[in-house]
């Protein structure tokens, strides 16, 4: 039962590390977020989408010397379901030790 | 990359969570030696300002305010993050603060100094709040990352 308090839209590891990076900080942009997950701007774009239905990421654009830079970051809810997620991930790897020892 | 959860326990998920955070604020930090010393420039020219003429005095604190808005965005653009005084969590959270009033101290010393002493009473004031910010800058960056280090 206890599983079922993973938050599946988090779960999925290039989405945990993308809320990893975002938790660090206010915004962080596209092309830093694509480069530290290390996948390419359509696997980051699906994901990053899924994330914004789940209200969990912001996305905002903004244009600089006429080239346009998309920022992400986490929402209050998505800052929130990421701790939470956490908190479950670290639950779950204290049972596992536990029953290993 | 898999977008498979099977393939992360608990544990291993964790650590790529503590690892990307990690990376991504080392990135931030590492490229920008040169954020500290610019950033205490523009807060001493702030408080150099106030040996001006009052009349001046007003451009003087608006031009190191402009540097320091331009310097936050260069940064910003130049690294690609985006995280200000108090959102780097409790430690960082600790020096803003301790910066913020050792400068209110320097601010409120000069303006006293220069209207009831001498008008070059900010110039060596100016010098140390320079100093102060730089260290600031510094240590605000070492406890950002201890926050990071210490994990999720």
Sequence with gaps: ?101 | MTDDIEHLDPAQAIALARRSRLEAAERGVSGAHWYAPLYGLCIAEMVASMALPERLMGWGMGFGIGGMVLLYAFWRERTGLSVTGFNGGARANRVTLAFALSLAVIVIAAAALRFEAAWWAPLPLAVLAGVVATVASRAWDAAWLAEMRRGL
């Design chain 1, 1 to 101: 039962m206890a599983a079922l308090q993973l938050d599946p839209i988090i779960h999925a590891p290039a989405r945990l590390q993308i809320c990893a990076i975002l938790s660090a900080l206010d915004e962080a942009e596209f092309a830093l977020v694509r480069d530290q997950v290390g996948v390419s701007d359509s696997v980051l774009s699906k994901h990053v989408k899924q994330l914004e239905e789940a209200g969990y990421v912001r996305v905002s654009k903004a244009t600089l010397e006429s080239r346009q830079r998309t920022w992400l970051s986490l929402t209050r809810a998505g800052r929130f379901a990421f701790k939470a997620h956490m908190a479950e991930l670290a639950r779950l790897a204290a049972g596992v030790r536990l029953a290993a020892e």
